[in-house]
């Protein structure tokens, strides 16, 4: 009888042993992983928008040139299309915002983070205002292109029939934060806790989600890839169209620990999990469609 136990015991150990080994490779990033993040493939700095909007940005001269004020996001794509800055509103200079393409940043810093522009570019931007946003889900096609085009940044969207950027799905940072997500069913399932960018490779990595009681995660997040998500028919809320079983086996993490949103492992895990392929900008056709939308 002793013996029986004892085996048993052994074999429950053992099981354990190798589900926390399992657990705990899964969380490692590999040398190939890191190769991937030095070329430029994978995300390597991934951030809390909400921690972003707010913080300095500095210039090539190192002048302060003003504050990070929103992201204006593309879920279609999982891009940021554009950041829109504050400048000005100090010695009697009017404030006003311009936009930015994301990868005239270099690198972001505890409390800053760098442009790689002087002051006087940014100063001569073309100027950001609401109305170009004509309602969330639109942009301002002719102003996308000036923006890009002042900043000699390539264009990566597809373009109508007229030449003009196609970009339907697009929003203010700030009003993703919060929104209510539902799935096929209408049904609430969370919402929108935060969005997890990386500022310099220009892309919304994931909407991390704070999942409904329904979905029994406990005190943890989801994050979901962006084009899991889609603005709903009476414009008020997001839809996810995944099923609440699927959801609740997905990978999440701890709410008060998001550490692991930077590992290129975590990144290629959840992307797989969806049925989505972490697209970088070689495999973005100039139409600016993922490959597999094109064939």
Same mark, same amino acid.
């Given at each position: 009888?002793?013996?029986?136990?004892?085996?048993?015991?052994?074999?429950?150990?053992?099981? %354990?042993?190798?589900?926390?080994?399992?657990?705990?490779?899964?969380?490692?990033?590999?040398? $190939?992983?890191?190769?991937? !993040?030095?070329?430029?493939?994978?995300?390597?700095?991934?951030?809390?928008?909400?921690?972003?909007?707010?913080?300095?940005?500095?210039?090539?001269?190192?002048?302060?040139?003003?504050?990070?004020?929103?992201?204006?996001? &593309?879920? &279609?794509?999982? *891009?940021?299309?554009?950041?829109?800055?504050?400048? /000005?509103?100090?010695?009697?200079?009017?404030?006003?915002? !311009?936009? +930015?393409?994301?990868?005239?940043?270099?690198?972001?810093?505890?409390?800053? !983070?760098?442009?790689?522009?002087?002051?006087?570019?940014?100063?001569?931007?073309?100027?950001?205002?609401? =109305?170009?946003?004509?309602?969330?889900?639109? @942009?301002?096609?002719?102003?996308?292109?000036?923006?890009?085009?002042?900043?000699?940044? $390539?264009?990566?969207?597809?373009?109508?029939? @007229? /030449?003009?950027?196609?970009?339907?799905?697009?929003?203010?940072?700030?009003?993703?934060?919060? %929104?209510?997500? =539902?799935?096929? $069913?209408?049904?609430?399932?969370?919402?929108?806790?935060?969005?997890?960018?990386?500022?310099?490779?220009?892309?919304?990595?994931?909407?991390?989600?704070?999942?409904?009681?329904?979905?029994?995660?406990?005190?943890?997040?989801?994050?979901?890839?962006?084009?899991?998500?889609?603005?709903?028919?009476?414009?008020?809320?997001?839809?996810?169209?995944? $099923?609440? =079983?699927?959801?609740?086996?997905?990978?999440?993490?701890?709410?008060?620990?998001?550490?692991?949103?930077?590992?290129?492992?975590? +990144?290629?895990?959840?992307?797989?999990?969806?049925?989505?392929?972490?697209?970088?900008?070689?495999?973005?056709?100039?139409?600016? *469609?993922?490959?597999?939308?094109?064939?």
């Amino acid at each position: 009888m002793k013996t029986r136990k004892t085996q048993a015991l052994w074999a429950a150990v053992t099981t %354990m042993s190798l589900s926390l080994m399992v657990g705990s490779a899964s969380a490692q990033d590999t040398a $190939s992983d890191r190769a991937k !993040v030095m070329a430029g493939t994978m995300p390597g700095h991934v951030e809390r928008a909400d921690k972003l909007i707010g913080k300095e940005v500095i210039g090539s001269d190192n002048q302060k040139l003003g504050k990070i004020n929103n992201f204006v996001i &593309d879920l &279609d794509s999982g *891009r940021i299309l554009y950041t829109v800055i504050s400048t /000005g509103g100090f010695l009697g200079i009017e404030e006003r915002d !311009v936009a +930015v393409p994301p990868k005239a940043f270099t690198q972001t810093e505890a409390d800053t !983070v760098q442009l790689a522009v002087d002051k006087q570019k940014l100063t001569d931007a073309p100027q950001f205002k609401t =109305e170009y946003l004509r309602k969330e889900g639109s @942009s301002q096609p002719s102003y996308v292109q000036q923006v890009y085009a002042y900043f000699g940044e $390539s264009p990566w969207w597809n373009k109508t029939a @007229s /030449g003009e950027p196609s970009l339907n799905d697009v929003h203010r940072a700030t009003t993703l934060i919060g %929104m209510t997500v =539902e799935n096929l $069913s209408n049904e609430r399932i969370g919402k929108v806790e935060d969005l997890g960018v990386d500022l310099t490779m220009g892309r919304a990595v994931f909407a991390i989600i704070s999942p409904a009681s329904k979905l029994s995660l406990g005190d943890n997040y989801l994050a979901l890839p962006p084009t899991t998500l889609s603005w709903n028919s009476e414009q008020k809320a997001l839809n996810c169209n995944c $099923s609440n =079983e699927k959801l609740s086996a997905a990978p999440r993490f701890a709410s008060d620990n998001w550490s692991n949103l930077s590992s290129p492992t975590f +990144v290629t895990q959840v992307y797989g999990y969806y049925g989505k392929q972490w697209m970088n900008d070689k495999g973005v056709r100039p139409t600016g *469609r993922p490959i597999e939308l094109q064939k």
